[in-house]
């Protein structure tokens, strides 16, 4: 530790005696100074012990004193150290009662001890105290790597909580905690991420501070990475500030950390490689060579039904969404394949049910959600996501889902949707899918003509229309629904004919009538 007051009074050679303060004597030294200005004040930096022998100070004058000790408080000055048998015999009174009343530290300096000894005590006891930090910040390292190598970021962690006496967390590029030592700081880490968010969105290398003298802990958090965007972040939790060695252990656990972040990424880069060549095959129908390659990085991923999704998203929103994914899969020991299509689209193979499909709809609908709420209050965003999510299947089925997840896709972009399931268009209705303006150009100009000979007056040719295919051609029923003669209806559905050109006869025909009546419904 540092030198304080009590090690100097204590220090055998320098015979110091304690004259006010003596309750204050655990303060560190940051130096020792001796000046005989009448005001000292704009020479020092604070935590000082300042030397004098009042060679140009009235000591004795109260009022003189007072003013001269409060200036020296003011400035962080943590002692003063008098020297008696030159000027003064003994230290003034005056001097006494100020020192004691601001609570500083007096100590007086016999004419046998020089002010250059004090110095050099001061001066020796910083130089012990910084080799000492630099030898434990050394045997840090060295225990910090040790673990690193053997026990990976979970080891690391537990040394470095040790090394600071407080905690340390580790945070994915997504901001959720990965993992924390002790244990019981989790929930204390995760209280965290939104600190984490905020610094993930500064350019690495960057740090902060949260908390402090009124909170429980004080926490520094530092991103960890060399790119732009970081790829991880460190939390470090303490009771106080910290030490030099505590300091150092933390510049040595962000080195060793970032190094694992940079390694994870090469690798993460050849593993993506290999999962774009077994989509490939899975795509071309060559299950049984997708599983030869995928071994067991990805093999756990064609034994059980999977989910295949294909999402539309350039820049920040698919990066995010790659990270959510795979940070959702990586925490749940699932195996996960993301393949980058061009520079907008992603595919991800996931399985069904897992953490990773469920991060994905939860990321969506986040999106979702914030998109509304931007067109509510009038704003506009340039990013854009959709997200198509096919049904689950196996190896033998990737194209088939590959193209539920590309018609999910194209049926969340008509509607205006973030995410659209597949299995939401075979389970519900198809008139979902008739609100598009093309369909409706069709069916406005296949019944224009009807519409155009009832705005004349001379008969209701669509609304019986209607009624007749909605009874299956059964013609009592429809006439009943319109109120009108069979015969009536049967002259209707004749004239219909003829303005058509089309027979009522041809299936097709009924077809295309029917769904030109269902998407014009709403006028």
């Not at 040394?159 to 993992?179: C, E, T």
Request: aromatic share 4%; charged share 25%; net charge negative.
């Amino acid at each position: 530790m540092p030198p304080t007051l009590a090690s100097l009074v204590h220090h055998s050679a320098l015979k110091l005696t304690v004259r006010a303060g003596e309750g204050r004597l655990d303060v560190p030294v940051r130096w020792a100074h001796v000046s005989e200005l009448a005001d000292p004040v704009p020479y020092m930096e604070g935590g000082e012990l300042l030397l004098i022998t009042a060679l140009k100070l009235d000591a004795e004058d109260p009022q003189a004193m007072r003013r001269y000790v409060k200036r020296l408080v003011g400035a962080g000055v943590v002692g003063l150290g008098f020297a008696v048998g030159v000027n003064y015999e003994e230290i003034p009174e005056a001097l006494v009662d100020a020192a004691e009343k601001e609570g500083l530290p007096l100590l007086e300096v016999p004419r046998r001890t020089p002010f250059l000894a004090i110095s050099k005590a001061v001066s020796a006891a910083i130089a012990a105290d910084q080799y000492r930090a630099v030898t434990a910040g050394f045997a840090a390292q060295r225990e910090l790597t040790r673990q690193a190598l053997n026990a990976g970021p979970e080891g690391l962690l537990s040394a470095l909580a040790a090394q600071v006496d407080g905690w340390a967390a580790l945070y994915d590029a997504s901001g959720a905690v990965v993992a924390t030592a002790p244990e019981w700081a989790g929930r204390r880490a995760a209280r965290l991420t939104a600190e984490v968010e905020r610094l993930r969105e500064r350019p690495a290398p960057a740090s902060s501070v949260v908390g402090g003298p009124d909170h429980e802990d004080r926490v520094e958090l530092h991103s960890l990475g060399t790119g732009r965007r970081p790829r991880a972040a460190l939390a470090v939790g303490t009771a106080a500030a910290l030490g030099t060695a505590e300091r150092y252990a933390v510049h040595s656990a962000i080195a060793l950390l970032t190094l694992t972040t940079e390694r994870s990424r090469s690798l993460h880069a050849a593993e993506q490689r290999v999962g774009e060549a077994v989509l490939r095959m899975l795509l071309a129908g060559q299950p049984d060579h997708a599983r030869a390659v995928a071994g067991d990085l990805y093999g756990r991923l064609l034994d059980a039904p999977f989910r295949m999704v294909v999402a539309d998203a350039g820049g920040e929103l698919r990066t995010g969404l790659t990270e959510v994914v795979e940070s959702a899969a990586a925490r749940s020991g699932e195996a996960v394949l993301v393949v980058p299509e061009g520079a907008e689209r992603l595919v991800v193979l996931a399985a069904d049910g897992g953490a990773a499909v469920t991060a994905c709809t939860e990321y969506a609908a986040a999106r979702e959600a914030a998109r509304t709420a931007a067109g509510e209050q009038g704003g506009g965003d340039d990013e854009e996501l959709v997200v198509g999510l096919s049904a689950p299947a196996g190896p033998a089925g990737a194209a088939a889902a590959y193209r539920q997840a590309e018609q999910a896709l194209s049926v969340a972009r008509r509607r205006g949707r973030v995410l659209v399931e597949h299995e939401q268009l075979a389970s519900g209705s198809v008139l979902p899918l008739l609100a598009d303006d093309a369909v409706r150009a069709f069916a406005d100009g296949l019944l224009r003509a009807l519409r155009e000979h009832d705005a004349t007056g001379r008969g209701d040719l669509v609304a019986s229309l209607r009624a007749w295919l909605s009874r299956h051609g059964q013609w009592d029923a429809a006439a009943a629904d319109l109120g009108v003669h069979r015969h009536t209806l049967r002259y209707r559905m004749r004239r219909v004919e003829e303005i058509l050109g089309r027979s009522l006869d041809d299936p097709d025909v009924r077809m295309e009538l029917w769904l030109a009546l269902k998407a014009t419904s709403g006028d």
